[in-house]
Structures are given as C-alpha cells and as structure tokens.
C-alpha cells in the first residue's frame, strides 16, 4: 500500500513540474505541443507499474520453466550414465518382495 502512496505522490510532483514548465514556453503556438508531450509521458508514467508487473510475473514464469527443464536435463544425465536412481531403487524394491 505504501508503494502505491509514494508513486501517487511522485506522480502528483512529476505533473506538478511538468505543468509548471509549461507555463515557461516563450510562444503561445508551442504550448499546444508542449501539452501533447507532457499527455505523452504522463501516460507513459502510468503505465510503467503495469509493465514493470507484468514483466516480473513473465520473468517468475521464465525461471520456473528454467529450473524444469534443469532438472529433466539432470535427470538425462542419470539415465544416459545407467544410473538411473529410482529404477535402481524400483529394482531393488522388486527382488527382496
């Protein structure tokens, strides 16, 4: 919740100065374009969260995958060597019944 407060405010600020600055343009014709460019980044301000967010649940996604596929590999390496534990131990568990 504190994380959403504090981009709130720095948000607030980031509109605050941006607005200021558009005061400053010498000419009356130019704020038309200054006030599209300040449109353009605050939309790209509000955005950010959100990919910021999406982009860490693809990369959750990324490094599970990851470590699957880590552990089928490890699991190859046992079965090309024949020394694939559970059938050992499967076998073993076979013979003394």
């Not at 981009?7 to 980031?14: A, G, T």
């Not at 300040?38 to 990369?59: C, E, H, K, N, Y």
Request: charged residues 30%; aromatic residues 18%.
């Amino acid at each position: 919740m504190s994380e959403i407060l504090e981009f709130v405010k720095n948000y607030f600020i980031f509109m605050l100065v941006l607005f200021l600055f558009s005061y400053l343009v010498p000419k009356e014709s130019y704020r038309k374009y200054f006030n599209f460019f300040i449109g353009v980044l605050m939309a790209a301000v509000l955005v950010r969260p959100f990919l910021v967010f999406v982009s860490s649940d693809t990369r959750r996604e990324m490094k599970k995958a990851l470590s699957e596929i880590e552990e089928k590999l490890a699991d190859l390496e046992y079965q090309e060597k024949g020394e694939n534990i559970f059938e050992q131990f499967l076998g073993e568990a076979t013979e003394t019944e």
